[in-house]
């Protein structure tokens, strides 16, 4: 009986990829029939309109309006439910990896210093698509059928999401930094950072937001924040908007279409963060460093400390005004997750904190109360062991022959994700991947109930994310890909 229904689905299905066939692989729609109807259904529905196809995970940091929060469960025990990894086949330092989408059949898309590739959801390479000299350093993201990334000889890429081949490429400037960031893509408009130069509180960073058209690659127009971007994270909202934030943590509503600013708000001038914004709750929550990069506290027991405080605040997404505001005691250096957590009332924000490149350093996750900012748990992660995070300088030689970025010198914590059930995944600069919950309500996170990790060995960079599609989840260090399966 079980036989006869899939094998009745498997038809149906093939008989739609040889029909009016949505982008994706038909081979894998047997084992993801589900997924792919829905996707299908999704695009038809549309009609003149034409809907976007809905992926599992479309960006670095999953999909609109939720990002950072997965409509799907992951697996919490990671050591049990490892299921494949990737390292480029010369060497695990033959490349840097970044950031991961997955799409409506699971296949999973890869960033990396050399270029892009798609896996299969069994780990097979689809395709790649070679960039270098070029550097591809941000969480590409997918819509309609293409993935957008772009690369350090400033351009903005789009490759088919079914072989890889160049749609289009558009160079926006003479270079874009090597910070990780994300190329984002909604409503047929792509937004890249570009302008790669000095000055900024950081030395060289981006200078510009540039949004192009999605089937073209033709700028629609540019924008100058009042401080340099770095990791730059735009993210959509509702009405065509979109919101992100400078270095300085100011934060920016923004048309998507015009490029006019709605509001801006904050920010801590001088200061910089590789940290970024996050939406959710009707806020945005942006993060800012309290004092420059080169500044030297008064008691020199403190300086260059892991006690580094920075800023979490909470704007109103419509008016732009401060709602509340949290000093963090170490640095926020990474965008929040803003959702639902395990057995918490309301909305929460996660967000990791940590001095990232720091010996002996410890790095931390705080969750806070979305309404109020009142802290709800912390999980105390451990501290950097060596002098560099880990997998940094037993890859410093390898990376350099093989004509890649030397050092990933990545953030203290990957972006973290909320999955359907409230558990929290994110990697530490150690090469810890951990998922977090808080089942007895006590506020910290102890013991194999609420705390499992599989040591990926490497760091993990500022646009690596957990990507979550249905009872799997994804996520790259800074050299390998790593899947995990229910
Ligand atoms: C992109 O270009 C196409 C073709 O010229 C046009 O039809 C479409 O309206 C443009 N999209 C945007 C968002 O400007
Ligand atoms: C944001 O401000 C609007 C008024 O401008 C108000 O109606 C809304 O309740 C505020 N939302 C939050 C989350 O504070
Ligand atoms: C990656 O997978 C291989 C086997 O496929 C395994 O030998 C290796 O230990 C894995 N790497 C890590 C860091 O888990």
Request: contains cysteine; aromatic residues 10%.
């Amino acid at each position: 009986m079980a036989r006869i229904f899939r094998a009745l689905v498997a038809a149906a299905i093939w008989a739609g990829c040889l029909g009016d066939a949505v982008e994706g692989d038909c081979q894998d729609a047997e084992s993801q029939g589900l997924a792919f109807i829905q996707a299908k259904a999704l695009a038809r529905d549309g009609g003149a309109a034409r809907k976007e196809v809905e992926y599992h995970w479309s960006s670095g940091r999953g999909n609109f309006p939720n990002y950072g929060v997965a409509k799907h469960s992951a697996p919490f025990d990671l050591p049990a439910r490892f299921a494949w990894n990737w390292s480029h086949p010369l060497g695990r330092f033959h490349t840097l990896t970044y950031g991961t989408a997955i799409d409506h059949l699971r296949n999973v898309y890869l960033s990396g210093a050399d270029g892009v590739r798609k896996f299969d959801p069994s780990g097979k390479l689809l395709w790649e698509y070679a960039s270098l000299p070029a550097e591809m350093m941000d969480a590409p993201s997918l819509f309609n059928g293409m993935i957008y990334g772009s690369d350090t000889h400033g351009n903005v890429v789009a490759l088919s999401m079914e072989d890889g081949k160049v749609g289009w490429k558009t160079q926006v400037s003479k270079a874009i930094c090597q910070d990780n960031g994300f190329t984002m893509a909604k409503d047929g408009v792509v937004l890249a950072a570009g302008d790669c130069r000095e000055p900024s509180p950081q030395g060289e960073a981006n200078h510009l937001v540039k949004a192009l058209n999605a089937s073209t690659g033709k700028q629609l127009w540019e924008y100058v924040p009042d401080t340099a971007i770095w990791n730059f994270l735009p993210l959509f909202v509702d009405e065509g908007d979109f919101v992100f934030q400078d270095m300085t943590g100011k934060a920016y509503r923004m048309d998507l279409r015009t490029g006019q600013v709605i509001w801006k708000s904050g920010g801590k001038e001088g200061t910089w963060t590789d940290g970024s914004a996050a939406v959710g709750n009707g806020m945005v929550f942006a993060v800012n460093n309290n004092h420059p990069p080169d500044y030297q506290p008064p008691d020199p027991e403190f300086a260059n400390g892991e006690y580094n405080p920075g800023t979490l605040s909470a704007y109103n997404l419509t008016s732009g005004e401060l709602v509340w505001q949290e000093v963090t005691p170490r640095p926020p250096n990474n965008a929040p997750a803003v959702g639902k957590v395990k057995n918490l009332q309301g909305i929460s924000v996660v967000m990791p904190l940590c001095q990232q490149v720091k010996a002996g350093a410890f790095c931390d996750v705080h969750v806070y109360d979305a309404d109020t900012g009142d802290l709800q748990w912390v999980f105390h992660g451990p501290a950097q062991q060596g002098m560099l995070q880990a997998g940094d300088w037993e890859g410093l030689s390898e990376r350099t022959h093989a004509g890649v970025r030397g050092l990933c010198l990545p953030n203290g914590w990957s972006a973290p994700t909320i999955d359907a059930e409230g558990t929290v995944f994110v990697g530490h600069e150690d090469g810890n991947f951990y998922a977090l919950r808080d089942m007895d309500g006590d506020g910290t996170i102890f013991g194999d109930d609420e705390m499992r990790l599989y040591d990926t060995k490497a760091a993990f960079s500022g646009s690596s994310s957990p990507a979550v599609a249905p009872g799997m989840v994804a996520i790259a260090s800074c050299d390998s890909l790593f899947v995990f399966k229910k």
